[in-house]
């Protein structure tokens, strides 16, 4: 039996005829950019999200970009990431001209609160926590450090739609969230394409003037700015796929809990409890990680590694002189095993007892 780490087309021959629909509406409109579809997806996302407000940009990275620029956050400021996260947390950073300081995470893979203490410094202006692998990061000893150093808060949601915490959505807890539609998210464009989404007008207003060439009115440009908007089409078609989200996360819950009771010979991921996650990945730690993968592998399982070189030692961020031993080691333990919602009760199982076969071998 071959199993594909994810199947991305499986979601378009699922409800071909409404994203078939949907596309035809944009394109005989012949309105391409920034016009009702974007409109109505940012208040339709936000609203998902607990937010009153949603900013579509072009990608997930723009989404964080964006909003630290919007923040006036820049050079000679610092800004706390988790060592263990997508570069693209750290890239965030850097294009503004900040200084990503790197924190240890917890046994959740999310950054520690309590570490916060240990690398926060005098310029540093933010937090980015990131929700990894779909969990939530702890928001709330998050939000009370910041509170209390006056730092602003950034929720990378990029792996997170549809995650809670005590039933508020991930994305509503700090001062704005970035969130990515890249096609293998839970909520995924057929493209690129990303979102901000916040409580605050005044903020939101910012980063609206940011991604549109720094203009509130056609040809008139108060700030430098960027070009950097989701498109009609990819708006489109994700409020289409937004109406399946719900149900595909549920999909994706109840693969995690066969795993959970049917998983052995490895290190299962843990959730606190209320907690929420949209599983977005089903990550594992074994200390024969390069094994196993290549006995899945043998098998037809498709796995993938999230993320095999920490941000820090990236040669790309080799000049900030960030190496931690610790993420560098976890890095080499976890492998991620296929999910989504649209795997097969076959496949789900085939996935399991090829693990615990390997495991007991």
């Known amino acids: 039996m071959k199993v594909p780490f994810l199947d991305v087309g499986a979601t378009y021959r699922d409800i071909s005829t409404e994203l078939d629909q949907a596309y035809h509406r944009v394109m005989e409109s012949g309105w391409f950019i920034l016009g009702p579809e974007t409109t109505a997806f940012e208040q339709e996302f936000a609203a998902y ?3 009153e407000e949603g900013i579509g940009v072009g990608s997930g990275l723009d989404a964080l970009t964006v909003v630290l620029r919007a923040a006036g956050i820049g050079p000679g400021d610092s800004v706390i990431v988790p060592h263990h996260t997508f570069v693209a947390t ?16 917890d046994s959740y893979f999310n950054l520690d609160p309590k570490e916060l203490k240990n ?33 602003f808060v950034l929720e990378d949601a990029a792996q997170a739609h549809g995650a809670t ?10 001062d704005a969230a970035a969130f990515s539609f890249y096609p293998g998210k839970n909520l995924g464009a057929f493209g690129d394409g990303g979102m901000i989404v916040t409580r605050s007008a005044e903020l939101a207003e910012q980063c609206r003037t940011i991604r549109n060439y720094g203009s509130k009115q056609k040809y008139v440009h108060q700030i430098h700015g960027i070009n950097t908007r989701l498109d009609e089409l990819q708006a489109a078609l994700l409020r289409v796929k937004l109406k399946y989200l719900d149900a595909w996360n549920q ?3 109840e693969i995690a809990d066969y795993y959970h009771d049917n998983l052995e010979g490895v ?6 409890d209320g907690y929420e996650s949209s599983w977005h990945l089903y990550v594992v730690r ?9 006995h899945l592998k043998s098998k037809d399982i498709h796995t993938l590694v999230h993320y095999p070189i920490p941000p820090a030692s990236q040669e790309s961020m080799s000049h900030f002189d960030q190496h931690h031993q610790p993420t560098v080691e976890l890095a080499q333990s976890i492998v991620s095993l296929p999910i989504g919602p649209h795997m097969t ?9 090829t693990v615990c076969h390997w495991a007991t071998s």
């Open 251 to 253: 999909r994706r819950r």
């Open 286 to 294: 074994s200390d024969r990680r390069d094994a196993m993968m290549d």
């Open 119 to 151: 690398v926060v410094r005098e310029d540093t202006k933010a937090i980015i926590p990131v929700h990894l692998y779909g969990l939530p990061a702890d928001m709330a000893g998050i939000c009370e450090f910041a509170n209390a150093h006056d730092l």
């Open 345 to 353: 009760d076959e496949q789900v199982e085939y996935v399991a007892d």
């Open 90 to 105: 750290w890239s965030a950073v850097v294009e503004v001209g900040a200084t990503p300081i790197g924190c240890p995470v």
């Open 267 to 272: 290190t299962l991921p843990e959730s606190p």
């Open 49 to 51: 999200c607990d937010c």
């Open 165 to 174: 915490i005590n039933g508020q959505a991930a994305g509503s807890f700090g």
